[in-house]
């Protein structure tokens, strides 16, 4: 009899160990596949941080020409010294160099080997120290972006002239140069420290980094506590009927609203309706907020969800009122989770472009801005204004620009995991 059970388990059993295999080696099969998946990311990833870091490490240096600079009497009569003729001295310096230079087109090579704004800083050396008019001083000054280009290997020398923007002889005055050890590269703090500019070697971002900064100090101080508010009411005080499930599922649609729906919007309320200047930090912290709120919202509401009812119960039943429970006990322990959300809105906002192309932050800006109200425009923007530049100095410009996007970018959201990590309470 037991023989006879045995010989009718056995099928049974080599069934059921096929189908166990099959489920096995599928469940490899996932694995691998998602460990490929995971591969294949990660080597894009990996491929587009070099191409970007490949593109704008450059950007970090910056070439300069030493001068030897004559500051005639001659030329600071008038007492207004902004009036001299700086860049007259520039290519008087030029000419000292280079003797043998005397044909008027040679001449007007020679120039271009020197950047624009060169002028404006013996401009700004003889303001800073009026000592210097009379005297002859070496002076490095910022190249022409060519001859940057030249110098970081962009440019290739062995290239037929006709597909290069330096002539022979210009390549000739630049040997010369680096022979006499009067061409050198340095960190570029002008990349730094300076707005834009139709120069590429005097193009910088500390105007949009100002700008950022003033459009996000708006957003924050406007969309975090608009938003935990919202949450708490939505979350503890409002009764559970039709207008509050149709205030949920409209928060939860404008989260996946496309972000040029609130530029869009902006442009008709602020500046259209109220009148409020364009491609200023304050219209563009406006909109931001707008757009961060319901993201804000979502994460705070999550955030007093996961909070225990318990803790709710014991707050109640030793006699605190609903709003002391909430205050003192609710808020406290879900405030690490609105954090984290307020900051992934706040760098969501940080990288958004096209909200602020709706309302004018895409003009060219020159100056710094001081304040909310002064014409402005942002890092994402200012990107976006490089790449479309053909000029090839403006391509290491954007490169870099988004490194350092990418590095805000990073940091926030590492601020993010840090303080959810630390202050994050298990249940």
């Known amino acids: 009899m037991a023989t006879e059970n045995k010989q009718t388990m056995k099928p049974f059993s080599v069934h059921m160990n096929k189908d166990l295999q099959r489920r096995y080696r599928a469940e490899k099969r996932f694995q691998r596949c998602g460990i490929a998946a995971i591969a294949i990311a990660l080597s894009f990833l990996a491929l587009l941080f070099a191409s970007i870091i490949g593109s704008g490490y450059t950007a970090f240096r910056q070439t300069f020409i030493e001068l030897d600079v004559h500051f005639s009497e001659d030329l600071f009569k008038d007492e207004n010294l902004a009036a001299a003729d700086y860049a007259g001295l520039i290519k008087q310096a030029l000419r000292t160099a280079f003797p043998e230079v005397k044909e008027r087109r040679a001449l007007k090579s020679l120039y271009m080997l020197v950047s624009p704004g060169a002028a404006f800083s013996l401009q700004d050396m003889v303001k800073e120290d ?27 020398a062995t290239e037929a002239e ?39 070697e005097l193009a910088g971002i500390w105007g949009a980094v100002k700008g950022s900064f003033y459009s996000l100090l708006i957003t924050l101080l406007l969309s975090f506590p608009i938003g935990v508010a919202a949450a708490v009411y939505l979350e503890e005080f409002a009764p559970k009927n039709f207008w509050t499930d149709i205030i949920e599922v409209n928060i939860n649609n404008l989260a996946a609203v496309p972000s040029i729906i609130f530029g869009l919007l ?10 409020l200047p364009r491609s200023t930090p304050l219209v563009g912290g406006l909109v931001l907020t707008l757009m961060t709120l319901p993201v804000i919202i979502i994460a705070g509401r999550a955030s007093l969800k996961s909070v225990p009812p318990s803790i709710r119960e014991a707050a109640l039943g030793i006699g605190a009122s609903k709003m002391q429970m909430v205050t003192h006990h609710v808020l406290p322990l879900a405030m690490p989770g609105m954090l984290t959300g307020a900051i992934i809105g706040m760098a969501r906002a940080l990288g958004d472009t096209a909200p602020l192309l709706m309302i004018g932050m895409v003009a060219f800006i020159v100056d710094i801005p001081g304040g909310f109200t002064d ?53």
């Not at 870099?400 to 298990?426: G, Q, S």
């Open 266 to 275: 902006g442009l008709a309320i602020f500046i259209n309706f109220w009148g």
């Open 130 to 156: 009026s000592r210097l008019i009379g005297s002859r001083q070496k002076i490095w000054v910022p190249a022409n972006d060519d001859v940057d280009m030249l110098i970081k290997g962009q440019m290739k």
């Open 375 to 427: 014409s402005a425009t942002a890092l994402p923007v200012q990107i976006y204004l490089w790449a479309d530049s053909s000029e090839r100095a403006f391509t290491e410009k954007t490169s870099a620009a988004i490194m350092v996007l990418l590095a805000f970018l990073i940091c926030m959201n590492a601020a993010a995991v840090i303080m959810r990590k630390k202050f994050e309470t298990k249940w």
């Open 162 to 200: 006709a597909d290069r923007r330096l002539k022979d002889d210009q390549l000739g005055w630049i040997g010369q140069l680096e022979k006499d050890g009067k061409l050198e590269t340095r960190f570029n703090t002008t990349f730094f420290t300076s707005g834009d500019s139709r120069e590429p």
